[in-house]
């Protein structure tokens, strides 16, 4: 599995964190694009998503439009980003 594309669906803050949880802590991820646009991400979720984005060694595309991640969460991903 490469690539997600999981517009539109509503799995929630709970459902959100853990499955960003459990690919944080899978080694042999290899998900290299997430389409998320439209899931109503928060900053909490968003939290959960940079941890998973900081260990990821495959991400190279993660869309995010449409959501509600706010600046404490846009800082959080970036930070991921950076390294």
């Not at 690539?3 to 964190?17: A, T």
């Amino acid at each position: 599995l490469n690539n997600i594309d999981l517009r539109g669906n509503s799995l929630g803050m709970e459902g959100w964190c853990a499955i960003f949880a459990a690919l944080r802590d899978n080694n042999e991820n290899k998900i290299e694009s997430w389409n998320l646009s439209g899931q109503g991400i928060n900053a909490e979720v968003a939290k959960v998503l940079a941890e998973y984005v900081s260990v990821s060694r495959v991400l190279t595309n993660l869309r995010l439009n449409n959501n509600i991640i706010r600046d404490e969460g846009a800082k959080a991903i970036a930070e991921a980003l950076r390294g």
